[in-house]
């Protein structure tokens, strides 16, 4: 069985409509594509994220990761509003020690947050989209797009921090949860996928930047893709 992750009810209940609702905290049952998966919700942050998918990972039916939701584009012309994306890296760029700016150097404390795959993790997650997807019998689009991962714990909201993130990461979609999940998934040595719809322009608070409806709308035609028979 397949644990699919979503931030927030509202992306859950947009990826699979007529699934059962499920609460933050909440997993439920579902068939999907002539096969069975776990849908949780987690809540928003890497905390709630972390929490959750440590509890429902202790299930020995649970033989693979997928994270699907939203996120922001640090660059609208490699990323469009409204593009599908997934990750083949994910980065958490405020663990370590944090200088005036807010940059973190993630081995200045010499604490490493643990090993995967025979490596120390810092603050950085190689992924194998492909590769994971395959593993678990899922479809990629052919028009999605390979994006790094950022994941913060509060939105960036200026574009001198925004331009920060996305040449100190390589960044090109900012989300909440990413790390957090793909960490989960990789302690556990199981196949990890993130799929995100960019919503926004990372850094800009303009509404015209901003159209998460339609990003909400494009994740059941990802999950239809994913999870095509």
């Known amino acids: 069985m397949l644990l699919v992750l979503t931030a927030t009810a509202n992306e859950m209940r947009a990826a699979f409509p007529e699934a059962p609702a499920v609460a933050q905290g909440e997993t439920a049952g579902y068939e999907v594509g002539g096969r069975s998966v776990l849908l949780g919700v987690t809540g928003v942050g890497l905390l709630n994220t972390a929490l959750c998918a440590g509890q429902w990972l202790a299930r020995p039916d649970v033989v693979g990761v997928v ?70 019998g899922l479809t990629l689009g052919e028009d999605w797009l390979r994006a790094a991962g950022v994941t913060v714990s509060g939105v960036t909201g200026t574009p001198e921090r925004a331009g920060w993130l996305e040449l100190s990461c390589n960044g090109q979609m900012e989300n909440m949860e990413g790390f957090a999940a793909a960490y989960a998934a990789t302690l556990r040595g199981l196949p990890f996928l993130e799929v995100r719809t960019i919503s926004n322009l990372v850094g800009s608070r303009e509404p015209g930047d901003w159209n998460l409806k339609g990003a909400l709308r494009s994740l059941h035609d990802v999950a239809t893709t994913l999870f095509a028979a």
Do not use: H
Request: glycine letters at 18%; hydrophobic letters at 35%; proline letters at 6%.
């Open 67 to 136: 994270d699907l939701g939203i996120a922001g584009g640090y660059d609208l012309g490699g990323t469009p509003m409204g593009s599908v994306c997934f990750a083949w890296q994910e980065t958490w760029p405020e663990y370590g020690l944090l200088d005036e700016q807010g940059a973190a150097d993630p081995e200045a404390l010499g604490f490493a947050q643990g090993e995967a795959g025979g490596r120390k993790v810092w603050n950085r997650l190689k992924l194998s989209p492909v590769r994971d997807a395959g593993r678990m």
